[in-house]
Structures are given as C-alpha cells and as structure tokens.
C-alpha cells in the first residue's frame, strides 16, 4: 500500500490561489459599491421627543449662559414645533437678555399668536415692548400686564415688579412732556393712566 503525505507545495499553491482571490476582490468591489442599494436611514427620535431634548438642551446652556448655542436649540426646536408658545416665549425672553428687543418683541408676538390665553406669554410681550423703548406702546403694555393680571391667579412679579414700572415710565413721561412742552395733548394722555385703572 502507498501511504499519503502532504507536501509542503500545496501551502505555497494555496497562497497563490489567495493573492489571485484577493486581487480579483478587490477589482470587483468599486462595481459593487455603485450597484448597492443605499440603506435606510431609521430616525430613533420622532419631531415631539427631539423638541423636547433641543428644549432642554437650550435651558442648559441659557442656565450655563451660553446664549448663542441656547438660541440655537431654540430655533431648531421651533422648526420642529411651530405652535409651542413656551418655544417663542423662552426664545424672546433670551433676545431680552441679549439685548436684542426688535427680535425679542417678534417672538413674543408669535408667542401671544400661539396661545391668546396664556398669561405669560403677555407679561413677556409687555417687557419686550418697554424694553425696545416705544413709550407709545407703554399704554399698550399696562395692558397687556392687565390682560395677564386678570387671566392668572396670582402671577409672580405682576404686582411687585412690572406694573410699577411700566407706572413709572408713564409718569416719567409725564414730567417730560411737561418739561419740554410737546404739548397738552400728549401730556394729558399719559395723566389719565393712574394705578386704580390696572388693579393694583
């Protein structure tokens, strides 16, 4: 009988057979890589769960006072959500914080166009409007304080804080207008405002 052994020949005809495997792989890869199909993108957050996250991110970084990426998140999550009044109100209430009262008093409109009811969103359209400095639209602004006062139980800072200013500057408009003599007409519109007319 004839024995079998293995010799060392195969091994190297099998790396041969290897290099030729791969060279031929390789060739035939860049035409695969144009025929595939494009997989599916599978989205693991819906719009409602990523505006939530965006919002909290935002109020992170407004805690942190990072503005800019606040403001960001802000828009995003807006983009997504379009009728959150919280959205538009965190958003003007941030503009107010950097100083940009136009684009402050924009959100806060929007605010008040998402939810008329919504007491908050009038306290910060009010302070937007003293804020950007139009002392014509301070009447407008005790009463949209008004407004809030009437539609909210017990409203933080209304009393303390918002409706004397807004007081102040209309009697401070007052003294002005009598000082400088832009006439009658002015000066006895902002006199009949008095504290008795906005409940305090």
């Given amino acids: 009988m004839t024995s079998f052994t293995w010799k060392k020949k195969a091994g190297k005809q099998l790396r041969d057979h290897a290099k030729r495997w791969l060279a031929e792989l390789s060739e035939d890869d860049f035409d695969e890589i144009w025929s595939a199909k494009p997989k599916k993108v599978i989205c693991l957050e819906d719009a409602a769960a990523k505006a939530a996250r965006l919002e909290n991110e935002a109020v ?3 805690q942190n006072e990072r503005y800019a990426d606040g403001l960001r998140r802000l828009q995003e999550a807006i983009e997504l959500k379009e009728s959150d009044a919280r959205l538009h109100d965190m958003l003007s209430q941030i503009y107010q914080i950097r100083g940009e009262d136009f684009l402050a008093v924009q959100s806060a409109q929007k605010a008040v166009e998402c939810s008329p009811l919504w007491s908050d969103a009038h306290q910060t ?8 400095g139009e002392v014509k639209l301070v009447r407008l602004f005790c ?8 539609r909210e139980v017990s409203p933080l800072g209304l009393r303390s804080e918002d409706l004397p200013w807004a007081l102040s500057v209309l009697t401070g408009q007052a003294t002005v207008s009598k000082e400088t003599g832009l006439g009658e007409q002015q000066s006895s519109n902002a006199a009949v405002v008095r504290k008795r007319d906005f409940l305090v």
């Fill in 60 to 62: 992170f970084y407004v």
């Fill in 125 to 132: 359209l009010g302070r937007a409007l003293l804020n950007f």
């Fill in 143 to 150: 009463h949209l304080f008004e407004i809030a006062f009437l």
